[in-house]
């Protein structure tokens, strides 16, 4: 088996993951990034794209001024006590900072959303706008010939085999042949459609979550971050009760991957695993998801499972593998995150929703090694790391 060594190895390359290797990168430590498809992106890359952080440093120029105050009722309302005050600061604490520390040092920048109603407005403390950020509008030409490594969208978010449109363009694009200003903006993206037709696969103006996929991978790029596709980590290394590393599968031969300072797990949910989705969301779900087929909540034999996370209202498959592993602070992390109870009307429900480990991460708390941010979209974040800590 051959070996190599790295400070932070990211095992899963959605939003939460990229934004992790980000964050370790731009404080100076060395990187791995690993994704067990073909593609970046994960469902981050199929998503809305849509990122939920009160008190944005848009929220006013919206005219939503916020506070964490209003916010934090907000969340008491909808989430009451499935998740603790602390986790619920640390989101809307920490939350905006993490959006600026990324529109700083890479390449993301967001839109706020003027008007995009929290999804209980009647609850108190819930805003009309100002909440919700959009990635803007991402040229995939500027990925150049990685560009077909970033996971296409889905066919629901494009039109004429691939050109991606959102409800402005749809706007224009169905009044084409009534106004002059729809005309000559539906022209503008047929022509470059049909541009881009003749050197790609399918159209390269991203939106939503593809162009969120696309400005962090395109940052990765930029700071030489390597990467390894169709690289599933099978298993963690644990030695004297710490991670020091993780077994992967590259080009069929095991590699083990050394760290010096911790493991970063962004492997996503378990949309595409039925079973769990039966097991965990209070209705049934039937057999289909929007997300990608690989985001099984993957379940290697040992280790990696463990400590299984993310985001998609999944994230709870960390919990539940946590809950039957043998570490004290693992089941105690899943207890909180993976309790489910009987709401009023008898169904099942989840806790712990936007309660995840990166608020406490964020909050300093446990012994989680540092990544100041998620990249997770609501901010649930996805990344959890076990490492060496110091
Ligand atoms: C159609 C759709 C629309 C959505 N719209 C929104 C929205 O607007 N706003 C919002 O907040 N949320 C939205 N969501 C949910 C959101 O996309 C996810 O919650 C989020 O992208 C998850 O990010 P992540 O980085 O945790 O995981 P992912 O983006 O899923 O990335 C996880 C990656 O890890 C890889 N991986 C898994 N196991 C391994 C392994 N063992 N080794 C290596 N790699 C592994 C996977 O292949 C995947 O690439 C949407 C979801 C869908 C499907």
């Known amino acids: 088996m ?37 593609y970046i992106g994960g469902s981050t890359a199929i998503s809305g794209g849509g990122i939920w952080i009160p008190n944005n440093n848009q929220s ?6 916020d506070s964490i105050a209003e916010a934090k009722t907000y969340l008491d309302r909808v989430v009451g006590n499935w998740s ?47 909440r919700g950020v959009d990635p803007k509008v991402f040229d995939g030409r500027l990925l150049g010939a990685h560009f077909d490594e970033l996971r296409p969208p889905l066919a629901e978010f494009t039109v004429l085999g691939g050109m991606m449109v959102n409800t402005y363009d749809v706007y224009h694009l169905l009044g084409i042949t009534k106004k002059i200003a729809s005309f000559k903006h539906g022209m503008k993206l047929l022509a470059r459609y049909a541009a881009d037709r003749l050197r790609y696969k399918r159209g390269t103006r991203l939106l939503l979550g593809n162009a969120l996929a696309g400005r962090l991978f395109k940052s990765m790029l ?49 949309p595409s695993d039925p079973k769990r989705r039966r097991d965990f969301m209070p209705i049934e779900t039937g057999m289909w998801s929007m997300s990608p087929s690989a985001n099984t909540g993957a379940r290697p034999t040992s280790g990696i499972d463990h400590v299984h996370c993310g985001l998609n209202g999944f994230h709870h ?3 539940e593998g946590a809950a039957r592993s043998g570490d004290r602070r693992q089941r105690a992390d899943a207890e909180h995150t993976c309790r489910l109870r ?42 959890r790391s076990y490492g060496n800590h110091r």
Not at 11 to 20: E, H, N
């Open 2 to 38: 051959s070996e190599t060594a790295v400070d932070v190895l990211v095992i899963g390359s959605g939003a939460a993951g990229l934004a992790a290797a980000l964050t370790a990168s731009i404080e100076g430590l060395s990187v791995l990034v690993v994704e067990k498809t073909e």
């Open 60 to 65: 006013e120029k919206c005219g939503h001024p």
């Open 84 to 130: 603790s005050d602390e986790m619920k600061l640390a989101f809307l604490e920490k939350g905006p900072a993490a959006l600026d520390y990324l529109e700083r040092n890479t390449d993301l920048e967001v839109t706020g959303r003027v008007y995009s109603p929290d999804y209980y407005p009647d609850a108190e403390g819930a805003k009309l706008g100002g």
């Open 222 to 270: 930029d700071r030489g971050i390597p990467y390894w596709l169709n690289a599933p980590a099978k298993r963690l290394i644990v030695a004297d009760g710490r991670v020091t590393g993780a077994i992967v599968s590259r080009d069929g031969r095991d590699v083990q991957v050394d760290v010096r300072r911790g493991v970063v797990l962004a492997t996503g949910g378990f």
């Open 317 to 319: 498959a960390g919990a």
């Open 342 to 383: 009987e709401d009023k009307r008898g169904h099942r429900q989840q806790g712990g929703a936007c309660g995840g480990p990166l608020e406490k991460l964020a909050a300093g708390g446990g012994r989680h090694a540092g990544t100041p941010l998620s990249g997770g979209l609501c901010l649930r974040i996805a990344a």
